[in-house]
């Protein structure tokens, strides 16, 4: 292999790693907006009766809690099922693949 084909692996390579990387930030960025949809759909529907022009001090505090619980419970489901996916041989009180999971 000559100079001009480990320059161009080396490039192909950075290529791929920085394509990578982009790929790792839309996902990340997807699986963000996904969290702030499902604190919409479930805690705005929660804690506001009728739309205003103003949300009242009551349902901005519903919504604040509501939106920790939905965050925290996301978190402790990941983490849960990543816990799973790693230690196959936990007793659990039903059957689960570890390989269902995709990361």
């Not at 080396?10 to 290529?15: G, L, P, V």
Request: charged content about 25%; some cysteine.
């Amino acid at each position: 292999m000559d100079d001009d084909d480990q320059q161009m692996t080396q490039k192909q390579k950075e290529e791929q790693m920085k394509a990578a990387q982009a790929l790792q930030q839309v996902q990340t960025l997807l699986q963000a907006e996904k969290a702030i949809a499902g604190i919409n759909r479930k805690c705005f529907r929660r804690c506001v009766g009728t739309p205003g022009k103003q949300l009242w001090s009551s349902e901005q505090q519903c919504v604040w809690n509501c939106a920790q619980r939905y965050i925290e419970t996301q978190f402790f489901i990941q983490r849960r099922f990543q816990d799973l996916k790693d230690n196959p041989s936990m007793d659990l009180p039903f059957h689960f693949d570890p390989n269902s999971i995709s990361t």
